[in-house]
C-alpha cells in the first residue's frame, strides 16, 4: 500500500479488532497503517537517551504509525505489542532467528497467531469484559 506522503505502507490488524475503543476513535476500525522502517527509523532503536529512558519501542512505534490522528497512549498493551511483531517483519523479514542451547532456531514471525477470545463478552467501544475468576480451595 502507498499513502499520501510516498513512502511504502501496510495496513496492520489489530488483534483486539477495534473491540474495546470508543466508537470515535480510529483505533475503533481494528486496523494501522504502518510505514516500513527507515534509516530514520533505525536511529531511533540505536539512540541511546531513548534506550536509558526505557522508551525506544514506544518512539520506534509512534515514528511508523502513519496516521498522527491515533493517540499512542490509547493503544492496548495487546495491540502494541502486534505493532511491534509487523515493524519486525516489515524492517528485518519474516523470519527470526536465535540459538537456543546448541541449537540455532528460526521462527517464522508471519505465522504468529494471537489467542483468540470470545468476542461476545466485551462490551463494544469499552475497555471493559466479564470474566469468572476459578474458584478458591
Known amino acids: 500500500m502507498e499513502n499520501k506522503n510516498k513512502f511504502p505502507s501496510e495496513i496492520v490488524e489489530l488483534p483486539s479488532k477495534g ?23 533505525e536511529d531511533i532503536l540505536t539512540n541511546q537517551n531513548y534506550i536509558e529512558r526505557g522508551v525506544v519501542i514506544d518512539k520506534l512505534l509512534q515514528a511508523l504509525i ?18 511491534l511483531v509487523a515493524a519486525r517483519v516489515l524492517g528485518y523479514g519474516k523470519d527470526y532467528e536465535f540459538n537456543y542451547g546448541d541449537t540455532k532456531e528460526v521462527i517464522d514471525l508471519s505465522l504468529l497467531k494471537e489467542k483468540e477470545i470470545d468476542d ?12 469468572t475468576a476459578p474458584e478458591q480451595e
Not at 27 to 32: E, M, N
Not at 66 to 83: E, F, P, Q, R, W
Open 120 to 131: 461476545t463478552l466485551l462490551k463494544k467501544g469499552k475497555n471493559e469484559f466479564k470474566f
Open 66 to 83: 502513519v496516521d498522527k490522528d491515533i493517540k499512542y497512549s490509547d493503544l492496548l498493551i495487546g495491540d502494541k505489542n502486534a505493532l
Open 19 to 41: 473491540l474495546l475503543y470508543s466508537e470515535d476513535s480510529p483505533l475503533s476500525s481494528g486496523k494501522i497503517e504502518m510505514k516500513y522502517m527507515t534509516a530514520k527509523e
